[in-house]
């Protein structure tokens, strides 16, 4: 680990805050439901997400999702995407926990918090106020308000411009190659969950730094590195 003492974490949502695996599969399976499609257990909800909810219908639509079958049956990525959005937005707090020991970690830590996520802001900010951790995240850009969404570094970049501090005064935490991929490209340290959303065979790939294979240890890191 070659962290410096960081005045800022820059943390994920989903996988990283917040497991949000239970209502992210019932919302995917009802907009599914809805249009006649297979639907998937958890586990295959699970490797599906990453890079934002429309590629996690995408993904989970499987060859229902190629061009030839929307030509033949005439249902749209989008048409489904609208349905799971709906859905999600009005149940997205009723299976969702926080990760072990985050709100814990986060009641106790000096340092400033941020929140980079591909995820909508709608459903971010619902997450955030039922946990009671709107206001302990000081910046926030989401899927639907960063100038450009993850693995691009531009909305790590403003979040930084917006909290005044310098690349070195930064960590971003994530579960995913987005995470890590965004952190590289704004020249930010990351710390990289190996027990999140992001499947390892697709991290180790990236030889990611400041590795951690358990929240424990990522709360245990972050206390030793921030302010």
């Known amino acids: ?39 998937h257990d958890e586990q295959r909800v699970r490797s599906f997400i990453g890079n934002g909810s429309m590629r996690l219908i995408e993904r989970s639509m499987g060859e229902a999702a190629l061009p030839e079958a929307v030509e033949r049956t005439g249902v749209k990525v989008e048409d489904v995407h609208k349905v799971f959005s709906e859905f999600y937005w009005e149940h997205c707090t009723e299976r969702t926990e926080p990760c072990p020991g985050v ?9 400033r918090v941020a929140m980079l996520t591909n995820k909508p802001e709608k459903p971010s900010l619902k997450i955030l106020e039922h946990f009671g951790l709107r206001e302990r995240i000081e910046f926030m850009l989401c899927g639907d308000t960063t100038p450009e969404r993850k693995p691009s570094a531009a909305g790590l970049l403003k979040i930084l411009e917006m909290a005044g501090v310098s690349r070195d005064a930064a960590v971003m935490v994530g579960d995913d190659q987005p995470d890590i991929l965004a952190a590289r490209a704004a020249g930010v340290d990351c710390i990289t969950l190996f027990c999140g959303f992001g499947k390892p065979e697709n991290l180790s790939p990236l030889n990611p730094e400041n ?4 929240y424990g240890e990522m709360c245990r890191l972050l206390a030793q590195v921030t302010l």
Request: aromatic share 12%; charged share 15%.
């Open 103 to 111: 709100l814990e970690f986060l009641q106790k830590c000096p340092a």
């Open 1 to 39: 680990m070659n962290l410096s003492k960081k005045s800022l974490i820059v943390f994920d949502l989903d996988g990283t805050l917040f497991n949000t695996l239970g209502d992210l599969s019932v919302a995917v399976n009802f907009a599914l439901g809805r249009f006649g499609l297979p639907q």
């Open 211 to 214: 590795v951690v294979y358990s």
